[in-house]
Structure formats: C-alpha cells, structure tokens
C-alpha cells in the first residue's frame, strides 16, 4: 500500500516528503527548506532508475544537481522520527508540484546565464578559484579533480544539506553497479566509507566535469563549504565492441 509521510530533519534545516512503496521504500522525495520552504529535493526513483539503466552516469549527476538525491533504503519505523507524520496523497501532489515547479525554473535560469558563456560562479556563490583553493591536498582523487577544474572543466556546488550517511548509503550503492559496468574511479571506495563514518553530519554535495567528458568528480563538503571532506571520480563506461 502507498503510503505518503512527512518529516521534519530539524538539524538539516529541512521538511522532507515522501512517497513510500509497499516496502517502505521512496519512490518520490521532495524536501523544503524550513525557513522560507524553498525545494531543495525533488526526486524520482522511476527517473533514477531510467538514468542508471542507460549507464549515463553524467546525466544522472546533472539530475540529483538539479532535484537533489533519493534517499535509499527502507523507512520503515520512519513514525519514530522527530515531526513524523502521515499525510495524504492529494497533500503530497501539492507538494510535489510546488517542489518541481520551482526546481525546474531554477534550472531553467541557470541554463539561460550558462548559454551565455562558461560560468565561474557555482548556485552556492562559490568561484572556481575558491573551489580550486579547497582541492589543495594531493590526494587520489583531489589532485585530478583540481587538474579538471582549473582546465575549464564544468563545475557546481549545491547549496542544500544532506545527511552524509544518506549519500553513503546511495553512493555505496552505486558503486557496485558502477564496478559491474567495468567503469574505472578514483578514491570511490574511500568516499563512500568517509560519507558513511560521518553519519548525521550535514554536508553540501558538489561536481566537476573534465572538458572532454574522461572524469567526472562528485564533492562533499562541510555545512559552511569551507572544506571538502571526500572527493571520488568516475569515468563513463566502457565502449561496447
């Protein structure tokens, strides 16, 4: 049975949405901001699974950048969160409506500013060269995620929280079908255990894209996007013979 919930992440700043499947499962999320409401997520497992299907992991990054990420897992016991209540389906439709609404108009602005010209301002109000200057440690993967940037490679920093434990858990995820591809990726493994370490904490999610497509780095940043805490890379999938 479909059930439809709400829940208040209190310590994200968030209202979150849900639709559940019979298992407990989300099949859509929508999260508002909760000082003014602003959607921050809009999410749809049927438009997730369409994207992972066809491999493309480019276009499923420029989704959760622009409806944020799907929490995975079941919610079952979710009534023992703070501010857990059950809603009805219409309440949720509004929501969802409201959510993709707004959503898809941002996109839709930042698409116009970005036809102009190559843009060096992320939606968080960060620069290129702030970001470069926070990719300084010589790691595995901060190292060519750096090299990309600064070569002109495409690049965004969202200005919504998640829990750093939700990443985790998608992006472990993920990882598994990425290796089953044969996709090669930089220092993956070890974001997903610094994501699943940190928990609760909040933290901002972020990407790079090298100009010719090779690599494409996901980023995870404090609350105050004053450091990066995990950066990992993934190339696209090999070229069928």
């Known amino acids: 049975m479909t059930r439809w919930i709400r829940i208040h992440e ?28 602003q959607p921050m997520v809009g999410a749809d497992l049927a438009e997730v699974l369409r994207l992972r299907g066809q491999a493309d992991f480019e276009a499923l ?43 898809d108009g941002v996109a839709g602005t930042a698409a116009e500013a970005g036809s102009e010209g190559s843009s060096d301002r992320s939606e968080a109000g960060m620069t290129r060269d702030e970001l470069s200057a ?31 434990g939700r990443l985790g858990s998608a992006y472990g995820m993920r990882l598994r079908r990425i290796r089953l591809r044969g996709q090669q990726t930089l220092a993956l493994e070890e974001t997903v255990s ?22 494409t780095f996901m980023l995870f940043l404090d609350a105050t996007a004053s450091t990066v805490l995990a950066c990992g890379g993934v190339s696209p999938p090999p070229a069928e013979e």
């Not at 209190?10 to 409401?37: I, N």
């Not at 926070?134 to 829990?163: I, N």
């Not at 610094?194 to 690599?215: F, H």
């Open 10 to 37: 209190s310590e994200y700043g968030l209202w979150s949405y849900f639709e559940l499947d019979d298992e407990g499962w989300a099949r859509r999320q929508v999260g508002l901001r909760s000082s003014d409401h």
């Open 61 to 103: 990054s420029a989704y959760e950048h622009r409806y944020g990420v799907l929490a995975e897992g079941s919610f079952r016991g979710w009534g023992e969160a703070e501010g857990a209540s059950e809603i009805s389906g219409d309440a949720f439709e509004q929501v969802w409506h409201h959510a993709r609404t707004r959503l």
């Open 134 to 164: 926070l990719l300084d440690e010589d790691t595995t993967a901060c190292r060519p995620a750096r090299a990309a940037l600064l070569s002109g490679g495409h690049f965004a920093v969202g200005d919504g929280l998640v829990p750093a």
């Open 194 to 215: 610094i994501l699943q370490r940190a928990a609760d904490e909040p933290v901002r999610t972020g990407e790079i894209t090298a100009t010719d497509r090779s690599w």
